[in-house]
């Protein structure tokens, strides 16, 4: 089956700094995608999404990017804190679902050291 | 505390018996979601109720498994005749129709199954 793809399994990052975490998606016609980051021992939590008519999202330290030429889709965090440490997934709703039946990527962990 | 609640948080079983996993949902959602973890993974849709209609099962949700929410509100989730390989974090999440942000599912902290 069609699936959401990572590619870096971990990322290492000083505070302060920028992090860029990618995801590759297969299905060219998805047309919604969502970043959920989860904390250790936590369920996941939804961060921002963004829709296949729009490449650039904005929201609050955080930048989704989404490039439909290359099916690539990233999620950038601004000044990094020790709190940004987690997993984090990105998510796509598949043409032939609804927003109820998200695929989940494996994951990218970033790690945010002092 | 108003977000998912999930019961219970641990359970270790041995190989051939019944679990039931149970999920109250922000008492204002009317959909519910099961998803299930596996070490390393993202979560993997299960199944999903709008109020108390079963709308929607994943292939991965073999006979083993059954879902219920027989009031609209909390769900279970029960696994008979556990194998090893349903070892995993069972997730249970809710969201409301046309509420909030379009894809944005509330999780709980989920249900670990350890299968001896």
């Known amino acids: 089956g069609e699936s959401v793809g990572l590619h870096l399994p971990t990322l290492s990052v000083q505070e302060g700094d920028n992090s860029i975490i990618n995801c590759a998606y297969s299905?060219?016609?998805?047309?919604?995608f969502i970043w959920y980051k989860q904390e250790s021992g936590k369920g996941p939590q939804f961060i921002i999404d963004?829709?296949?008519?729009?490449d650039k999202r904005q929201g609050q330290r955080v930048t989704v990017l989404l490039n439909k030429t290359v099916k690539h889709l990233s999620l950038q965090i601004a000044a990094t804190q020790p709190g940004d440490s987690a997993v984090y997934f990105c998510?796509?709703?598949?043409?032939?679902?609804?927003?109820?039946?998200?695929?989940f990527g494996a994951g990218t962990r970033l790690a945010v050291h002092p | 505390d108003t977000g998912v609640s999930q019961d219970p948080r641990h359970k270790i079983t041995k190989r051939g018996q019944n679990v039931t996993f149970r999920c109250d949902p922000i008492?204002?959602?009317?959909?519910l979601y099961w998803y299930r973890q596996t070490l390393g993974q993202g979560p993997e849709f299960l199944t999903y109720?709008?109020?108390?209609?079963?709308?929607?099962k994943s292939r991965l949700l073999s006979d083993r498994f059954s879902a219920e929410r027989p009031k609209g509100s909390f769900s279970t989730l029960e696994i008979q005749r556990t194998e090893q390989g349903d070892s995993a974090m069972y997730l249970c999440?809710?969201?409301?129709?046309?509420?909030?942000?379009?894809?944005?599912?509330?999780f709980g902290e989920g249900s670990r199954l350890t299968v001896l």
């Open positions: 999440a809710s969201s409301s129709v046309g509420g909030g942000r379009t894809g944005e599912l509330f």
């Open positions: 299905n060219s016609a998805s047309d919604y």
């Open positions: 963004i829709r296949s008519n729009m």
């Open positions: 998510a796509e709703k598949p043409p032939d679902g609804g927003y109820n039946k998200l695929i």
């Open positions: 008492s204002e959602h009317n959909r």
């Open positions: 109720f709008q109020n108390e209609a079963q709308l929607e």
